[in-house]
């Protein structure tokens, strides 16, 4: 038989297992409250991410032909630095700042553009003349200055 302490004992145990069941499902409720929260938060990152990356390979894109850019840019000048150096090699040594006239840079063999008498110029690929020395009629370069106001004094630049 059951005495009365034995029922007040069962009575105390299932009033802290309720109690407890109540404390667990309260937790619960929070953790599942905060998986929410952190599921929010890691698909705001997610799409965060996946931005960045768009944006990363448009940057290695744009940077690729940036690069690009730069080489073509450097293959045209050492193209140009070519063109220069056997242009001069071809002209006879007649003195400093001197340049022949009627000379024409022609490292393409497609180019046939005549240059104008009293010019140098230096052509590209496409057999368009980049640009123009004019010469006066001793073939020396003309200064586009006016050779009055001259800033070169004693073969130096006179930059203050």
């Given amino acids: 038989m059951l005495n009365l302490d034995q029922i007040k004992l069962l009575e105390t145990k299932v009033?802290?297992?309720v109690e407890y069941v109540e404390r667990v499902a309260g937790e619960n409720a929070?953790?599942?409250?905060?998986?929410?929260?952190l599921q929010a938060t890691l698909e705001s990152y997610q799409k965060r991410?996946?931005?960045l990356e768009v944006l990363i390979a448009q940057f290695k894109e744009e940077q690729?032909?940036?690069?690009?850019?730069?080489?073509?840019?450097?293959?045209?000048l050492n193209w140009f630095e070519e063109a220069m150096e056997n242009s001069l090699k071809?002209?006879?040594?007649a003195g400093k700042g001197t340049v022949n006239a009627n000379t024409q840079t022609t490292p393409h063999p497609a180019v046939t553009k005549p240059v104008p008498e009293g010019q140098s110029s230096a052509v590209?690929?496409?057999g368009e003349i980049c640009f123009e020395i004019p010469e006066n009629a001793a073939g020396d370069i003309v200064d586009p200055l006016g050779g009055a106001d001259s800033s070169i004094?004693?073969?130096?630049?006179?930059?203050?």
């Fill in 90 to 93: 071809g002209k006879p040594a």
């Fill in 49 to 51: 991410i996946d931005e």
């Fill in 64 to 76: 690729g032909q940036i690069e690009d850019g730069i080489l073509s840019a450097l293959d045209k």
């Fill in 153 to 160: 004094k004693n073969g130096e630049l006179e930059i203050f």
């Fill in 124 to 126: 590209s690929e496409g």
């Fill in 15 to 17: 009033a802290k297992a």
């Fill in 30 to 37: 929070a953790l599942r409250q905060k998986e929410e929260e």
